[in-house]
């Protein structure tokens, strides 16, 4: 479900240079990262990260410039509309964060989250 005009997730400027590095220095040729959920972890839902080899037609797309990209799964679009992806670095724990407006709580651990769907009402008069 494509938003004509509104990005279905932000990056921050280490998100973006941390995914670059990723494809840079990927072992085969790729266009960019994989953005998705899926059912897992004991709050009920996880976040993926994975490497795209090339684009899919159905992905909503984040371009990053210089051939690099964020897709975004799109049975993920709806619980990600509004999130921003960080990278941080931390004594214990590296790695993407993602600060989601729907997720209505996470587990202990950090590890996984409850998502509710987006209104997509709410998102129809914002623009990138």
Known sequence: MAFPGFQVLSLTDAATARVREIVANAEAPAAGIRVGIKKGGC???????????????SDDKVDLGEGVSVFVDPSATLFLLGTEMDFEVTKLRTG??????????AC?????????AADPGSFQSARV
Do not use: I, K, W
Request: net charge negative; glycine share 8%.
């Open 108 to 116: 202990g651990c950090g590890e996984s989250v409850e998502l509710q």
């Open 43 to 57: 709050a009920g839902m996880e976040y993926t990260v994975d490497l795209a080899r090339e684009a899919d037609p």
């Open 96 to 105: 993407f964060v993602f600060r989601n407006p729907n997720q209505t709580s």
